[in-house]
């Protein structure tokens, strides 16, 4: 069977779309959300769709196989959120192994079934780490601008532990993905070199920045340019753009990573921008054309989709996709 090395040389891989999009298209309860045991949680957790790996796991794996229908090489662990950091709002926080070890083999078993049935068209898990909703970079007080809400010894240990789950759990890579800080990012990378070296064993790693408005920085301040820099010393499979902005809003940023990347790059943009409802209306042909001129123009290796996008988009990317060839990497010099 091919590695994901020796598919992506050949041509453009294809990641799955948006999880929370299809978890609202379910039409949930309250109750759902609540796994055996926590039937009488103190707060709220309508909205914790990790939780739903464990309470209703059958649906998680179901959205899984609708991208993996639809054509995704990579599908992504429903663990955006799954670190103790992200869990505390929730008070969920002891639940962080379980879930990612439950959403780990909820992927894993909708790729190998996959697989199985057409071992010329492997299938791979990429876990996956969200930012936290905390910035190690910035004060959440404009009145004590030295203050912070999280420290990067704090985000180590967090992502320690979720990466240790992950690789329980048998993912094929690592995605450390919609990073709006460096730092917070930078923690995320340290931690797993010391899982890593730890248990003797690696897999690629994947990252993907978001720039957050028109200004083409992070929330945090970084250009593309400084912010590929400042991941220099990670050893990449990937690095590329997601969330934030649409497809058509990219291509600068984009064109840069293309240029100057030692690594593959990927892209997985909304559909589209939201609109005054909070919704994204962007067609799949639309987001396919637009991702397509990216493909046309030698700029990608991955593609896929973020907020707002459903299987039909990625298959929509596939399709598009199978006219290309994957961006060659530069000399850089």
Same mark, same amino acid.
């Given at each position: 069977?091919?590695?994901?090395?020796?598919?992506? !040389?050949?041509?453009?891989l294809i990641l799955d779309g948006?999880?929370?999009?299809?978890?609202?298209?379910?039409?949930?309860?309250?109750?759902?959300?609540?796994?055996?045991?926590?039937?009488?949680?103190?707060?709220?957790?309508?909205?914790?769709?990790?939780?739903?790996?464990?309470?209703?796991?059958?649906?998680?794996?179901?959205?899984?196989?609708?991208?993996?229908? +639809?054509?995704?090489?990579?599908?992504?662990?429903?663990?955006? !959120?799954?670190?103790?950091? *992200?869990?505390?709002?929730?008070?969920?926080?002891?639940?962080?192994?379980?879930?990612?070890?439950?959403?780990?083999?909820?992927?894993?078993?909708?790729? @190998? %079934?996959?697989?199985?049935? @057409?071992?010329?068209?492997?299938?791979?898990? %990429?876990? *996956?780490?969200?930012?936290?909703?905390?910035?190690?970079?910035?004060?959440? @007080?404009?009145? @004590?601008?030295?203050?912070?809400?999280?420290?990067?010894?704090?985000?180590?240990? =967090?992502? !320690?532990?979720?990466?240790?789950?992950?690789?329980?759990?048998?993912?094929?890579?690592?995605?450390?993905?919609?990073?709006?800080?460096?730092?917070?990012?930078? +923690? *995320?990378?340290?931690?797993?070199?010391?899982?890593?070296?730890?248990?003797?064993e690696r897999v690629p790693l994947?990252?993907?920045?978001?720039?957050?408005?028109? !200004?083409?920085?992070?929330?945090?301040?970084?250009?593309?340019? +400084?912010?590929?820099?400042?991941?220099?010393?990670v050893d990449l499979f990937s690095?590329?753009?997601?969330? %934030?902005?649409?497809?058509?809003?990219?291509?600068?940023?984009?064109?840069?990573?293309?240029?100057?990347?030692?690594?593959?790059?990927?892209?997985?943009?909304?559909?589209?921008?939201?609109?005054?409802?909070?919704?994204?209306?962007?067609?799949?042909?639309?987001? +396919?054309?637009?991702?397509?001129?990216?493909?046309?123009?030698?700029?990608?290796?991955?593609?896929?989709?973020?907020?707002?996008?459903?299987?039909?988009?990625? =298959?929509?990317? *596939?399709?598009?996709?199978?006219?290309? %060839?994957?961006?060659?990497?530069?000399?850089?010099?």
């Amino acid at each position: 069977m091919k590695t994901i090395e020796e598919l992506a !040389s050949q041509r453009i891989l294809i990641l799955d779309g948006a999880m929370g999009t299809m978890i609202q298209q379910l039409g949930l309860t309250e109750e759902d959300f609540h796994p055996k045991g926590m039937e009488q949680h103190e707060i709220l957790l309508k909205g914790n769709n990790e939780l739903l790996s464990l309470s209703r796991p059958e649906a998680i794996k179901r959205i899984h196989e609708q991208y993996l229908e +639809a054509g995704a090489d990579i599908v992504e662990t429903n663990t955006f !959120s799954a670190t103790t950091i *992200a869990q505390a709002e929730h008070k969920c926080e002891h639940l962080v192994r379980e879930l990612n070890l439950a959403s780990a083999r909820l992927a894993r078993e909708a790729c @190998d %079934a996959f697989t199985k049935a @057409d071992p010329s068209k492997p299938r791979f898990v %990429a876990g *996956a780490l969200g930012p936290t909703n905390k910035t190690a970079s910035l004060s959440p @007080d404009v009145n @004590d601008p030295g203050y912070r809400a999280v420290h990067f010894d704090d985000l180590v240990t =967090a992502y !320690s532990e979720q990466v240790e789950a992950l690789l329980d759990g048998r993912v094929d890579l690592l995605l450390v993905e919609t990073i709006f800080d460096t730092l917070n990012a930078k +923690a *995320a990378f340290f931690a797993i070199d010391e899982v890593f070296e730890k248990r003797g064993e690696r897999v690629p790693l994947m990252c993907s920045v978001t720039i957050t408005d028109a !200004s083409g920085r992070t929330l945090s301040g970084q250009t593309i340019d +400084a912010f590929m820099i400042s991941m220099g010393h990670v050893d990449l499979f990937s690095i590329g753009l997601n969330c %934030a902005l649409g497809a058509a809003q990219m291509r600068p940023y984009l064109q840069v990573l293309a240029e100057h990347a030692n690594c593959l790059v990927s892209v997985y943009p909304n559909a589209g921008l939201p609109d005054q409802f909070g919704e994204y209306r962007e067609t799949p042909e639309v987001t +396919a054309s637009l991702v397509g001129e990216f493909m046309r123009d030698g700029l990608v290796n991955i593609v896929g989709g973020c907020c707002g996008t459903t299987p039909q988009h990625i =298959a929509a990317l *596939a399709k598009e996709a199978a006219k290309h %060839a994957p961006r060659k990497l530069p000399v850089i010099v």
